[in-house]
Nanobody, 116 residues
Framework: QVQLVESGGGLVQAGESLRLSCAASGSIFSIATMGWYRQAPGKQRELVASITTGGITISGDSVKGRFTLSRDNAKNTVYLQMNSLKPEDTAVYYC??????????WGQGTQVTVSS
């Protein structure tokens, strides 16, 4: 099993920044990608960004140019730097890992609220 510890959520005003962190521990040897998804009330969970062990990143269209995902393989941690936050970024953000066999694990979620 893998344990995911998320941190960094909170309440900010539009235009401000936040950084989320997700540290993985436990059975991490077969992790292929790490990243973040988010889910706003009444909406489906959507990809924010994910990154492979080799550093290949994909991002959702709504966050391109504003959010940056990075990965510290030595610490098994990913960091989501969120700049120019908008009220529509308000959601619960979930850390996600995908293993080489396609299985996924999820963090408990951290709330990000952006006021206008």
């Amino acid at each position: 099993q893998v344990q995911l510890v998320e941190s960094g959520g909170g309440l900010v005003q539009a235009g401000e920044s936040l950084r989320l962190s997700c540290a993985a521990s436990g059975s991490i040897f077969s992790i292929a990608t790490m990243g973040w998804y988010r889910q706003a009330p009444g909406k489906q969970r959507e990809l924010v960004a994910s990154i492979t062990t080799g550093g290949i990143t994909i991002s959702g269209d709504s966050v391109k140019g504003r959010f940056t995902l990075s990965r510290d393989n030595a610490k098994n941690t990913v960091y989501l730097q969120m700049n120019s936050l908008k009220p529509e970024d308000t959601a619960v953000y979930y850390c996600n890992v995908m293993f080489q066999n396609g299985a996924r694990s999820w963090g408990q979620g951290t709330q990000v609220t952006v006021s206008s």
